[in-house]
C-alpha cells in the first residue's frame, strides 16, 4: 500500500494564491480521511512556510504539515493550472505542489524520509516532465509510489 492512490492527485486545479493552494491540500486530507482539522493541518503548513522556502526548481514546490490532527503519513499532488508566486529556490514561480502530511509523532522518521526521497524524485528530470505532462493520476500516484517504497 502507497503512500498515495489516485484521489491524492489534485489535477487542473484553478487557485490564485499558495495560501489557496495550501488550504485546497489541507481540505483534500479531510476528505481523504487522514484528519478531521482541516483548519489545523493548514496551519501546520503555514507554520512551515513561514520557517523558509518550500519552493525547490522548475515550478515544483514541497510544501509540508507536521500535526498532531494528521492520523496518517499521507502524500498530495497539487497541479495548478497556472503558477503562482512561491518562494522557492530558484526564484520561479510553482504550479505542482507535492504536499507531505505527518502525523506529530512520526516528525522525525517518516517526515525526514518521504522529504529526502520527495527531494530526490524532483532531481530527477524524467520524473519531473512526466508529472509536469500527464493528466493520468494513477500514472502520477504509481509513479511516485514506485519511489517512496524503494529502500
Known amino acids: 500500500m502507497g503512500f498515495l492512490s489516485n484521489k491524492n492527485v489534485m ?5 490564485e494564491s499558495r495560501l489557496d493552494v495550501l488550504r ?5 486530507a479531510a476528505e481523504l480521511g487522514v484528519t478531521e482539522d482541516p483548519d489545523a493541518v493548514y ?4 507554520d512551515r512556510e513561514d520557517m523558509g522556502a518550500t519552493g525547490m526548481t522548475e515550478g515544483f514546490a514541497i510544501p509540508h504539515a507536521k500535526s498532531p490532527a494528521i492520523t496518517a503519513a499521507t502524500v498530495v499532488v497539487f497541479k495548478n ?7 522557492s ?3 520561479q514561480p510553482i504550479d505542482i505542489a507535492i504536499a507531505l502530511l505527518v502525523p506529530d509523532g512520526e516528525a522525525g522518521t517518516t517526515h525526514i524520509k518521504l522529504l529526502s526521497k520527495t527531494a530526490v524524485l ?3 528530470d524524467a520524473f519531473k516532465e512526466m508529472v509536469r505532462s500527464s ?8 509513479a511516485i509510489n514506485e519511489k517512496l517504497e524503494e529502500e
Open 135 to 142: 493528466n493520468d493520476a494513477d500514472q502520477i500516484a504509481a
Open 122 to 124: 524532483l532531481m530527477d
Open 81 to 87: 493550472d497556472k503558477a503562482l508566486e512561491w518562494p
Open 24 to 28: 485546497a491540500v489541507a481540505n483534500k
Open 89 to 91: 529556490f530558484d526564484e
Open 43 to 46: 496551519q501546520a503548513f503555514l
Open 11 to 15: 489535477l487542473e486545479q484553478h487557485e
